[in-house]
């Protein structure tokens, strides 16, 4: 079993940053792959970005490409989304999720790990 909590969300201005966070526990997430989810209000969750735990390669969705970055933290058992150039359609609820099963990074259904979430809200 693995426990995900996430932290820093909050508010903030289009155009603006931040940075999400995912501690992980009770398990080792070597051989995991660790992402990131978003639902807005009405709409379904979707993918936002991915990272394998060992070998760091990265997924990301079009929408967020080149704007945000998800990095992992061995010491910390932590990962970080960063968001750069924040754009009020980025408002939703963020999930981090784990995969334990080594599956295709961007479908909802690979994952068997799931946080709380946390609220990001952009305004114009």
């Known amino acids: 079993q693995v426990q995900l909590v996430e932290s820093g969300g909050g508010s903030v201005q289009a155009g603006g940053s931040l940075r999400l966070a995912c501690a992980a526990s009770?398990?080792?997430?070597?051989?995991?792959?660790m992402g990131w989810f978003r639902q807005a209000a009405g709409k379904e969750r979707e993918f936002v970005a991915a990272i394998r735990w060992s070998g760091g390669s990265t997924y990301y969705d079009d929408s967020v490409k080149g704007r945000f970055a998800i990095s992992r933290d061995f010491a910390r058992n932590t990962v970080y989304l960063q968001m750069n150039s924040l754009k009020p359609e980025d408002t939703a609820v963020y999930y981090c999720?784990?995969?334990?099963?080594?599956?295709?990074?961007?479908?909802?259904?690979?994952?068997?790990?799931w946080g709380q979430g946390t609220q990001v809200t952009v305004s114009s």
């Open positions: 009770g398990r080792t997430l070597s051989s995991y792959t």
């Open positions: 999720a784990a995969d334990r099963r080594m599956g295709v990074p961007r479908m909802i259904t690979s994952y068997d790990y």
